[in-house]
């Protein structure tokens, strides 16, 4: 992926997403916290894994054209928050964590692990340490920020050198100024903080920040007297403001982005004076330019990613890439890799090194010692040339020594873990240091025995023995979402409402027309024939009149004509389509299903029985419906807040449900009003959705878990009580997933209103239950994500799945397609036997008084198409002449002239004509 810019005013700026370098294997967690939670060295790549406490550690570079080897660091017992590379030790990380303390490790210079001791730990702080910062030209000098408390602390000595005043709320970022004289913080009080730590605890300059406390973060132009504030203004919108400190009373510039949800991460290159800004959660990262000279920020580009972001970091100047004149490589953290990102100034010649675009930078060698800068030293950092050419064939770097006092002048709690002082002195050595791949040890016990490394610190095995661990991989793992050629659209939609409530998916549809809610008052539906696509015309269309709001809709799977709506008036009303579709406007429905007292969330129809239908409403109340008779045969109670999803089991015989109230319940609605079982439900109550898988056997609940970050449980339907059997974290972003599964191919689509990626997972009823595959990526966000039946899919081009994308605008239609070799096959083992849901098996009468059935099965296999299974076996071609040819004897002459034949073939005939033999040239008289 290529984008273009300006750059410095006449250069240009690309950007380089190269898919090759994807560091793949990685098992990624977003913490609540401010951190970034991707760090870089010139040696190592740290990041927040989905184990707790627990950093994964990666080569920033590829040895040999080797796969990169991931690792994990088991460093604390809680939430690690931040984490920081020393700017003088490639090897020496910090890390912080929710458990209330700061450890120190250095991290192997080899390929070989060894011991997970830490280096040194600090603390306990008395509350969670949310942030770090190591000194920019000090060695062994950091400052950290816990509660409403920063301090500067002296590594070498293992004690704090000063204790800043308590600030008004939580510390929210720290930053040093480039010469390392002062230091920065932002706070939840709203408040922007300057300190000289060297004068004194009290802050020395203070302004009015950003007017929303939600994360902010603050960052040092350099050495100037600029500073970078980043927050959320008065009306939730994402904003950037420049200060000088000089005059810190208000901001010199400003820069707006959106009113996105994500906390805004920003990385700032001195050399370049490029501003990078990504938001976690989301698949958006802009470029900014910033000047001090005439305070301003500029955007130079935007890049959409593939997937989203976790966290970002920036590659220090000294290892990114001269030559191919990158001036800034960025590191998004995805829930699966760690995604390189290259910003680069395309020249004419790559052979030479280019000056222009890289000035001296700052080197890596400490510039003065703790007690030195601690006393009044400001000297700076040496520069040091990025040419190769005149760049040091060795980094020397300035490796950690921890103080030998006795352990007597140390507190307890900062007192070195090593009380052996010859252990002590060896910390710097690559034997007794740390370093890259593992596994979790929970999959892979028997390896960290045999191995003799400590527990939480395992090698990584090899691919095969890896996915001999991990299990199956799903065959579905290539699906490929590609959206279908222009002339299948309906295009020209208007005045569409896509604020639905959260239970509602949107639209709805069945395999002849789509239902699409209107913004008009009356609770207008509009009703479009998917046979006619194309344009809309300008002019208004009939419509369904409900009289009341739609709060949900959904069509009955045996009777393409009838649509049930419930309304915001606590109304469900069924309507009937003509055939042909809607010729004129309805404003009388087919019935009126009256019971509920207050607004109905939902409403389903039974997978079985004609004429059933069970909603949800705020009154706490399931009411299960024949239609026949139009009135309400049960009402399910038992909730004891707002009922946020429901779904019928498979064989129609259950019904079960997800409420507010933290609950998942299970109900026979023929035998009892009750629940016959209850478990734990999502911790989040901001949405939540509930279908079955596995045949019935196995709940999926999609909802929120206590930091806000959108989550899958798994329940096994014979034990609910017992809690979810597996869950996986999916992403942070405001809209509830809504889950879409494929009982055929036991595929789990899910995506959100107003997301821009469709999520694919297998269920398998085992370890580890959760089979990635690819996802889909759009490159706006959708309003509604909804399945078309299985017929609709075209087997011949492996279609296993079909669905309509709402754009404001537009429906777009969507095919899922497994790439196969032999797909002139039928792909039987894709494509089973699939139900014929489109028939009823019972009557409303005959469910009620408790009969049950089953659907019949068809096959997908069209009447000229053979299955794959049986396929002729390709023949092999035998490459080698029989052993006869060999073996028979053969004069000097035939070998010679063998010989010369198969020359002649390499190297082509002598007597053919050169193609230039063939050109005609120009007439003698042309010549002058």
Not at 327 to 342: M, N
Not at 361 to 370: E, F, Q, Y
Not at 501 to 508: H, Q, S, V
Not at 737 to 759: A, N
Request: proline share 6%; charged share 20%; glycine share 6%.
């Amino acid at each position: 992926m290529s984008l273009t810019a300006t750059y410095n005013g006449n250069s240009h700026l690309h950007l380089y997403l190269q898919k090759k370098g994807w560091i793949s294997d990685v098992r990624t967690g977003s913490p609540a916290s401010c951190g970034n939670h991707i760090k870089a060295s010139c040696s190592h790549i740290a990041f927040n894994s989905d184990s707790t406490g627990v950093l994964g550690i990666v080569p920033l570079d590829v040895k040999n054209g080797h796969k990169r080897p991931v690792s994990q660091l088991s460093c604390h017992s809680d939430l690690v928050t931040d984490f920081d590379f020393s700017p003088f030790d490639d090897f020496l990380l910090a890390t912080c964590s929710a458990d209330e303390t700061v450890k120190l490790w250095q991290l192997s210079e080899s390929d070989q692990p060894s011991s997970s001791s830490a280096l040194g730990t600090f603390g306990p702080e008395g509350c969670q340490i949310e942030t770090l910062l190591f000194h920019p030209t000090a060695n062994n000098v950091m400052a950290t920020g816990a509660g409403k408390t920063a301090k500067v602390w002296n590594l070498a000595q293992q004690k704090p050198l000063a204790v800043l005043e308590p600030h008004g709320d939580h510390i929210q970022s720290l930053t040093w100024k480039q010469d390392g004289t002062l230091l920065g913080t932002s706070c939840k009080d709203k408040k922007l903080r300057i300190f000289d730590p060297r004068t004194g605890p009290a802050a020395s300059k203070s302004t009015q920040g950003h007017e929303n406390m939600k994360d902010s973060r603050l960052i040092w132009i350099g050495a100037s007297d600029y500073v970078l504030s980043f927050g959320y203004g008065q009306m939730r919108v994402r904003e950037v403001l420049l200060w000088d400190t000089r005059r810190f009373t208000t901001s010199v510039a400003s820069f707006t982005l959106d009113s996105s949800s994500g906390t805004l991460i920003p990385l700032y290159d001195l050399d370049s004076g490029l501003l990078v800004l990504a938001g976690k959660g989301e698949s958006v990262i802009t470029c900014c330019e910033v000047s001090t000279s005439t305070p301003s920020l500029t955007q130079i580009n935007q890049c959409l990613t593939e997937t989203k972001s976790r966290g970002v970091a920036l590659v220090p100047k000294l290892a990114v890439d001269v030559m191919a004149c990158e001036v800034v490589r960025v590191l998004q953290l995805t829930d699966g890799f760690v995604v390189p990102i290259s910003y680069t100034v395309p020249r004419k010649s790559v052979q030479e090194f280019h000056d222009d675009l890289f000035p001296d930078t700052a080197g890596n060698i400490a510039a003065a010692s703790a007690q030195d800068w601690w006393t009044g030293s400001n000297k700076q950092l040496e520069k040091v040339s990025l040419d190769p050419a005149k760049r040091q064939q060795k980094t020397i770097t300035c490796k950690l020594s921890l103080s030998t006092q006795t352990e007597g002048h140390l507190p307890s709690s900062l007192q070195s873990p090593y009380r052996d002082r010859s252990e002590a002195s060896d910390l710097s050595s690559p034997a007794s240091s740390l370093t890259s791949p593992t596994t979790p040890s929970s999959l892979i016990p028997s390896l960290s025995t045999t191995s003799g490394l400590s527990s939480g610190y395992v090698s990584s095995p090899s691919q095969k023995s890896l996915q001999s661990i991990l299990g199956p991989s799903s065959k579905f793992r290539h699906a490929q979402g590609t959206l279908l050629h222009r002339d299948t659209h309906i295009t020209n939609l208007k005045g569409l409402n896509l604020t639905t409530p959260g239970e509602c998916d949107g639209f709805c549809l069945n395999r002849q027309r789509v239902a699409l809610p209107l913004l008009t008052t009356g609770g207008q539906i509009a009703v479009l024939e998917l046979s006619k696509p194309g344009r809309l015309p300008d002019i208004s269309l009939p419509t369904i009149q409900n009289s009341s709001a739609v709060a949900d809709f959904c069509w009955d799977p045996f009777d393409l004509h009838r649509l049930a709506v419930a309304g915001e008036d606590a109304k469900i009303r069924l309507w009937r389509i003509p055939e042909g579709g809607l010729q004129e406007t309805l404003t009388e429905p087919e019935a009126v299903l009256r019971g509920h007292t207050e607004k109905i969330y939902s409403i389903k129809f039974h997978p079985l029985a004609a004429d059933i239908l069970a909603s949800s409403s705020y009154d706490m109340s399931v009411r299960v419906w024949n239609l026949v008779t139009g009135k309400e045969e049960q009402l399910l109670t038992g909730h004891s807040d707002q009922i946020l999803s429901l779904a019928w089991s498979p064989d129609g015989q259950l019904l079960a449900t997800v409420c507010k109230d933290g609950k998942v319940r299970l109900y026979d609605p023929r035998r009892s009003t009750k629940p016959v079982q209850e478990g734990p439900g999502p911790e989040g109550g901001r949405g939540a959705r509930v279908v079955w898988v596995c045949g019935g056997k196995y709940l999926l609940v999609s909802g929120f878990d206590s930091r806000s970050e959108r989550q899958l449980y798994l329940y096994n339907v014979e034990a609910l009580s017992e809690g979810p059997i597996s869950s996986i974290g999916i992403d942070v972003s405001p809209s509830t997933l809504i889950p879409f599964y494929d009982e055929d191919t036991s595929i789990i689509f899910l995506t959100g209103k107003g997301d821009t990626r469709v999520f694919l997972y297998e269920i398998i009823p085992e370890a580890p239950f959760f089979l990635d595959c690819n996802s889909f990526s759009s490159s706006d966000p959708h309003k509604g994500f909804i399945f078309l039946p299985k017929t609709e899919c075209n087997v011949k081009d492996v279609e296993f799945a079909k669905a309509l994308r709402l754009r404001q605008t537009a429906l777009e239609p969507i095919v899922f397609r497994v790439p196969r070799v032999k797909n002139e096959y039928f792909q039987d083992d894709l494509f089973p036997e699939t139900e014929v849901w489109w028939e009823p098996v019972l009557s409303a009468t005959a469910w009620l008084t408790g009969s049950n059935g089953k659907h019949k099965w068809i096959s997908l296999r069209p009447k000229d198409m053979i299955p794959v299974s049986e396929a002729p076996k390709d023949v092999p071609i035998r490459k080698y002449a029989p052993s006869s040819f060999y073996l028979e004897e053969k004069s000097d002459e035939q070998k010679k002239e063998e010989l010369l034949n198969a020359m002649v073939a390499k190297l082509g005939n002598r007597d053919d004509p050169l193609p230039q033999d063939a050109f005609e040239g120009v007439a003698e008289d042309e010549w002058d």
